[in-house]
C-alpha cells in the first residue's frame, strides 16, 4: 500500500459491541472509517485483558480497508508470527515492552506485516529516534494505555518533535486515546496524520443505528479541515 498523509480515522473496536464484531467492523467501515484499529491488551503490559492472534483472525475477513494492530503486550517477539497468521497489516509494538524494540520492528517487517512503534505519555520522542528508518508509523498515546474513555494528555510537543525527526521519511504519526472533535485539531496541526478514536466513534451508535457512527466519524474529521494547509 503506497504512503499518504491524508488524516485517517481509525476507529478503536474496544469501543464496539463485542458480541458482534463483524457486522461493527462492517458497520464503521461503511460509514467512512480509512483503518480499523484493533487493541490487544494481556492484563500485564496493561491492566485489561481484551483480544489474541484467533479473535484477529476472526475479524480478519470483515475488514475491508486496513488491519491495524496494537499490541499493548510483553513480551511481543513470541507471537508476532501468530499476528501475521491472523492478518494484521500494521502490527504495533510499545517501546516500553522489551529492550530490543529494533529486533522486534525488523522481525515485525520480516513476517511480511507493516510495522508500528507505540510510545506511553511518559515516554520521550527520542526514545524511537533511532527506529525511524525500521518503522511505518509512531502510535503516540495520549492517554495511558489499557481502557478506552480516557482524558486526552496534551501530547502536542512530543508529537511536533516527532515530525520534526521524521522529516521525510514514510512514517505515520498515530494519536492514540481521547480523541474527539475538540482534540483531533490540536493532534493534526501538531503533525499527526492518523487519528484512533473509539468511545468519540461508537457513542450514540449500533450497528441498528450505523449513521451515528457515521455522524461521529465525519465531525471528527470535519473538525481537522481548519487546520490542513
Ligand atoms: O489504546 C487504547 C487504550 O489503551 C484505545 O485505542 C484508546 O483509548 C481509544 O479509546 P478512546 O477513543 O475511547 O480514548
Not at 461493527?24 to 481484551?50: C, K, R, S, Y
Not at 526514545?127 to 494528555?153: R, S, W, Y
Request: include cysteine; charge should be negative.
Amino acid at each position: 500500500m503506497s504512503f499518504d498523509r491524508k488524516i485517517k480515522i481509525a476507529p478503536s473496536i474496544l469501543s464496539a459491541d463485542f458480541a458482534n464484531f463483524g457486522q461493527e467492523i462492517q458497520a464503521i467501515e461503511a460509514q467512512g472509517a480509512d483503518w480499523v484499529h484493533v487493541d490487544v491488551m494481556d492484563g500485564h503490559f496493561v491492566p485489561n485483558l481484551t483480544f489474541g492472534p484467533p479473535a484477529v483472525k476472526a475479524f480478519r475477513p470483515h475488514v475491508k480497508t486496513v488491519m491495524d494492530v496494537h499490541l499493548m503486550i510483553t513480551p511481543v517477539d513470541p507471537y508476532i508470527d501468530a499476528y501475521a497468521e491472523a492478518g494484521a497489516d500494521i502490527l504495533t509494538a510499545h517501546v516500553e515492552a522489551g529492550p530490543h524494540t529494533h529486533r522486534t520492528l525488523q522481525a515485525i517487517r520480516a513476517a511480511g506485516m507493516r510495522a508500528g512503534v507505540a510510545l506511553n505519555p511518559g515516554t520521550p520522542a527520542e526514545a524511537v529516534e533511532h527506529l525511524l528508518d525500521l518503522t511505518d508509523l509512531v502510535c503516540v498515546m495520549t492517554v495511558n494505555p489499557g481502557f478506552g474513555g480516557q482524558k486526552f494528555i496534551d501530547m502536542t510537543a512530543k508529537i511536533r518533535r516527532l515530525r520534526q525527526m521524521i522529516g521525510d521519511r514514510p512514517v505515520h504519526i498515530e494519536i492514540d486515546g481521547g480523541v474527539d472533535p475538540k482534540t483531533a485539531p490540536l493532534v493534526v496541526e501538531a503533525g499527526a496524520d492518523v487519528l484512533v478514536a473509539g468511545s468519540a466513534v461508537f457513542k450514540g451508535g449500533s450497528v441498528s443505528n450505523p449513521g451515528v457512527y457515521g455522524e461521529n466519524i465525519r465531525a471528527i474529521r470535519n473538525a481537522t479541515q481548519s487546520v490542513m494547509a
